[in-house]
């Protein structure tokens, strides 16, 4: 199915795919195979989570990239990974690692480590994609680039002014702090109270 998707968008179109830990290692060592020759770019999260050893086999064996997510949260896993000799990339995410810095420090031992880098989202609202946009735009490069679209997918937002995305990017706001303003009355609008 990817691969006619592939081959009917041709190669100047990068398809990847996230597999969120379905696959057994055998499973995605016949998977992967058929992705590389299909001319897919990258394999997200192939096998569970917690299943380092085949994380790293994997990445040694195909020329295809490898993307940890569940795999790393914080910069400890990423130690981890990085010393059993993983070789893919790692998906940054703010929620993961626990603010700003932390997906921060998760980047540096990437760049220590030579593991390359992708700006992930857990499809946050305009004030949490800000936020990972102004770390992200801090890192001289994120190889696999970013998927900041979670405020594409709102059909309304809490800010006075959404974010500006045109051709396939995203500006990075320049006024203090987030750059954003909040919509007081649209704030107060989708509050829930507890009952
Ligand atoms: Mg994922």
Not at 3 to 21: C, E, F, T, W, Y
Not at 65 to 73: K, M, N, T, V
Not at 105 to 125: F, K, M, P, S
Request: net charge negative; hydrophobic share 45%.
């Amino acid at each position: 199915h990817v691969g006619k998707i592939k081959a009917a968008l041709g190669d100047d179109v990068s398809i990847r795919v996230d597999v969120n830990q379905a696959w057994s290692e055998s499973q995605a060592t016949y998977g992967m195979a058929a992705l590389q020759e299909a001319g897919i770019d990258l394999v997200e999260q192939p096998t569970p989570a917690k299943d380092f050893a085949s994380l790293v086999r994997l990445s040694k064996k195909f020329n295809i990239g490898i993307l940890a997510d569940e795999s790393i949260a914080d910069s400890t896993d990423t130690l981890l990974l990085a010393q059993q000799g993983f070789t893919g990339s790692v998906a940054l995410k703010i929620g993961k690692a626990g603010g700003l810095f932390g997906a921060l420090d998760v980047a540096a031992v990437c760049n220590a480590a030579g593991i390359g880098l992708y700006g992930g989202t857990l499809l946050e609202g305009t004030v949490g994609t800000t936020a990972a946009l102004h770390a992200w735009s801090t890192l001289p490069v994120i190889e696999f680039g970013t998927e900041m679209f979670g405020p594409l997918l709102q059909c309304d937002d809490i800010v006075k002014s959404p974010l500006n995305y045109h051709n396939f990017g995203v500006e990075v706001p320049t006024t203090a702090g987030l750059g954003l303003e909040i919509d007081e009355d649209k704030l107060r609008q989708y509050t829930r109270k507890a009952k």
